[in-house]
C-alpha cells in the first residue's frame, strides 16, 4: 500500500504521525547540529514552496527532544541523542501587511504568543525586540542551558509591501531592531536556523551578525531541500508508476517528461546535482491527473517579483551561458534599487 502524501501540512509531527511520506533529510540536520562548540548560527534561502517550512518544524521536533518521531531516520542512526532544549520558534509568513498599524500590532501578537507558549511572560510596556531578548535571557537561566531560535521566512512582511516602498523601509527599521538581538545575545544561543526567499542585506541581521553562515549556495547543502533524482526514485517510485499508468504511458517515458517539468533547480555553483520541487511532487503525484501541470506557479509566485515587474522591464538573458558573475551579487538587495 503506497504512504499517502500530504500536500496541506508542512507540520513534522502530523507527517509522521499518519504515516505520510517524508523525505528524509535529517542527515543534513545532524550534520549542522552535531557539533555545540562549531558554526550554530544558520541562514539559508529558498524558492517558495521548497520545504523551508518543514525543515523548520522538524529542527523544532529535534531540539525538542521528541526522539519517538525519528524512529528509523538518518538522525537516529547516526546515535543523536535529542537533548531537549528551550525553542523559539517564529514563523512570520502570515505577518499581516495592510498598513503599518496591521503590521506592527500583527507581528507584536507573533511574538507575543511565542513567548507565552514557552511559558515567558510578554512585557506590554516594551516592544517585541527588548521582549525577545529577554526571552531568551529568561530561558536559558531557567533552564541552564542556551536557546534554539527558529526564524521562518524572516523577509515575509517585507516583500509583501515592496509596492510601497516607504511602508516597507519602515517594516525593515522595525524587523531589525528585533533581529539584533541574535547578536547582543548570541551567547546564550544553541542553534539558530533563518530562512527565507530573498537576502536583504540591510536588515540587521546580516550586518549584525558577521558570523551568520550563510547555506543558500553551499555545496554541502545545495540537496538539504528539494528532491534529487535518487529521493524521487526511493520515496515516490509506487506513486509515479501508478501515474503512468492513469496517464497511459510507459513507466520510463513517464519519468523522462516528469524530470522535464519539475527538475531544473541548481543551489550550488556545480551545474550537478539538481533537485525537484517538493511541492510540485506532491500535488502531481496525489492528484495523478492525466497531463502534467505546472503547479508551482499556482501559489508559489514570490510577491517580490510581482512587485518589481510592475514597474520594471527585465532584458531577457540566457542565465545559463553568463559567465564571470560572482555570488556576492546575491547579497546587495535594496529595497529601494533591487
Known amino acids: ?43 539559508v534561502s529558498r524558492p517558495r514552496r521548497f520545504g523551508k517550512s518543514l525543515m523548520i518544524s522538524t529542527l523544532d521536533a529535534i531540539f525538542r527532544g521528541r526522539r519517538e518521531l525519528f524512529e528509523g531516520l538518518a538522525i537516529a542512526k547516526e546515535g543523536y541523542d535529542f537533548e531537549p532544549y528551550p525553542v523559539l520558534h517564529f514563523d512570520l509568513s502570515g505577518v499581516a501587511t495592510a498598513d503599518m ?8 501578537n507573533l511574538v507575543r504568543q511565542t513567548l507565552l507558549a514557552e511559558g515567558v511572560p510578554y512585557d506590554e510596556t516594551c516592544g517585541p525586540a527588548a521582549n525577545f ?28 509591501m515592496l509596492d510601497d516602498l516607504d511602508k516597507a523601509e519602515t517594516a525593515r527599521k522595525f524587523l531589525s531592531d528585533f533581529y539584533i538581538q ?30 551568520l553562515v550563510d547555506l543558500t549556495l553551499s555545496a554541502e547543502t545545495a540537496t538539504m531541500l528539494g528532491y ?15 501515474h503512468a499508468e492513469v496517464m497511459g504511458v510507459t513507466y520510463e517515458a513517464y519519468r523522462e517528461e516528469f524530470e522535464r517539468w519539475y527538475d531544473g533547480y541548481r543551489f550550488s555553483k556545480a551545474r550537478r546535482p539538481r533537485v525537484y520541487n517538493p511541492y510540485a511532487v506532491a500535488r502531481v503525484l496525489a492528484a495523478k491527473e492525466q497531463w ?11 510577491s517580490a517579483l510581482r512587485n518589481f515587474f510592475k514597474d520594471h522591464q527585465i532584458p531577457e538573458l540566457d542565465y545559463e551561458c553568463l ?7 546575491f547579497d546587495t538587495y535594496d529595497l529601494r534599487d533591487l
Open 1 to 43: 500500500m503506497l504512504r499517502p502524501i500530504n500536500q496541506t501540512t508542512y507540520d513534522f509531527p502530523t507527517l509522521r504521525k499518519f504515516g505520510c511520506v517524508y523525505v528524509d533529510k535529517t542527515a543534513f540536520f545532524h550534520a549542522l547540529i552535531a557539533n555545540p562548540g562549531g558554526n550554530n548560527l544558520f541562514f
Open 101 to 108: 498599524r496591521a503590521f506592527e500590532g500583527s507581528f507584536v
Open 133 to 160: 531578548g529577554n526571552a531568551i535571557n529568561t530561558l536559558a537561566d531557567r533552564h541552564g542551558k542556551p536557546v534554539v531560535v527558529l526564524i521562518d521566512e524572516y523577509d515575509a512582511p517585507v516583500s509583501r
Open 182 to 211: 541574535l547578536k547582543v545575545n548570541v551567547g546564550k544561543i544553541r542553534f539558530m536556523m533563518m530562512t527565507g526567499v530573498t537576502k536583504f542585506t540591510q536588515l540587521s541581521v546580516f550586518s549584525a551578525l558577521n558570523n
Open 228 to 242: 534529487t533524482e535518487e529521493e524521487l526514485t526511493r520515496y515516490f517510485e509506487g506513486h509515479m508508476r501508478a
Open 292 to 302: 502534467f501541470t505546472g503547479t508551482w506557479t499556482q501559489t508559489g509566485q514570490p
Open 323 to 329: 559567465t564571470g558573475q560572482d555570488e556576492t551579487l
